[in-house]
């Protein structure tokens, strides 16, 4: 059974930092590209970043310079650097798995390519 935990969301001040992370469990998630989305209630989820087994990255424009997605394959662990967070940084934060190897050219990541996902945390950045 495949399971993604994220973790390290918060409520912080625009500027500020925070790193998230996603242990992933029941899946050879080195293999695969694996991305980060957000949400906002009331809309639709929106690609943040992708990275894929040979270490190529996805930035959505809104986030360049300013977040780095990484991954620990010894941790399982799938890690979002968000640095200089901004207001409208503020929404609920999931990983996901897309079960190629290579993620796709699209920018931003796409939902429906990626097919197992973890349940989200709440990020909060206030001006």
């Known amino acids: 059974q495949v399971q993604l935990v994220e973790s390290g969301g918060g409520s912080v001040q625009e500027g500020d930092s925070l790193r998230l992370s996603c242990v992933v469990s029941?899946?050879?998630?080195?293999?695969?590209?694996m991305g980060w989305f957000r949400q906002v209630p009331g809309t639709g989820r929106e690609g943040v970043a992708a990275?894929?087994?040979?270490?190529?990255?996805i930035y959505t424009d809104s986030v360049k310079g300013r977040f780095t997605i990484s991954r620990d394959n010894a941790k399982s662990t799938l890690y979002l650097q968000m640095n200089s967070l901004k207001a409208e940084d503020t929404a609920t934060y999931y990983c996901?798995?897309?079960?190629?190897?290579?993620?796709?050219?699209?920018?931003?990541?796409?939902?429906?390519?990626?097919?197992?996902w973890g349940l989200g945390t709440q990020v909060t950045v206030s001006s």
């Open positions: 996901a798995i897309d079960d190629r190897t290579y993620c796709s050219d699209a920018n931003p990541p796409i939902e429906a390519e990626f097919h197992y």
């Open positions: 029941g899946y050879k998630y080195s293999m695969y590209c």
């Open positions: 990275l894929d087994s040979d270490g190529v990255r």
